[in-house]
């Protein structure tokens, strides 16, 4: 039997970027072309007004004058600061969709962590936990929010496990 470190990660999605609402786009770094089945770089220009990293690579935009945030988030267990970080990026993000504004958040192939961050941005906006999942999933890949870590801190409450998180410690 093997681990899961042993078997082959999931594949790259069949498209850069995806609308999950309107305005609200989730990525990743890279994504695999439909036609020719080769993997390729999703660089961002200026197609959105504020994108948001979870993972740092040099070279993928946005274009100067586009509002980005980096902030790197493991794809695995979250401590206390890396879960508000995901609290404060998941406001920003409504913030910028109340402002009219086109929001992309990506991370590297745009299924967990940048999911996470979508997910609790739809939670902010009354959806519950399940329903941003399906929508997710539905709207960006079926691999999207994978990592059932991530799947249980959004139906446990991010601020509950971001308490608990630092009562551990």
């Known amino acids: 039997m093997r681990n899961r470190s042993e078997q082959p990660g999931p594949p790259a999605a069949e498209?850069?970027?995806n609308e999950i609402v309107p305005g609200l786009w989730l990525g990743g770094h890279e994504f695999r072309e439909r036609a020719s089945g080769r993997v390729r770089?999703?660089?961002v220009h200026?197609?959105?007004d504020l994108v948001q990293s979870l993972v740092r690579r040099p070279g993928y935009g946005p274009d100067p004058g586009v509002e980005h945030h980096v902030w790197p988030v493991?794809?695995?267990p979250l401590d206390g600061t890396q879960l508000a970080g995901v609290m404060r990026l998941a406001r920003a993000v409504?913030?910028?969709l109340d402002a009219g504004r086109r929001v992309l958040v990506r991370g590297d192939l745009g299924y967990n962590r940048s999911g996470l961050v979508v997910a609790q941005a739809l939670v902010l906006r009354e959806r519950g936990a399940e329903e941003a999942v399906r929508l997710i999933r539905a709207?960006?890949?079926a691999w999207a929010l994978h990592n059932e870590l991530f799947v249980e801190y959004l139906r446990a409450g991010l601020s509950t496990v971001r308490l608990l998180e630092e009562l551990a410690e």
Request: net charge negative; hydrophobic share 35%.
């Open 46 to 48: 200026d197609e959105f």
């Open 94 to 96: 409504n913030e910028a």
């Open 41 to 43: 770089l999703a660089v």
């Open 74 to 76: 493991p794809d695995g």
């Open 15 to 17: 498209s850069p970027w």
């Open 139 to 141: 709207r960006r890949s």
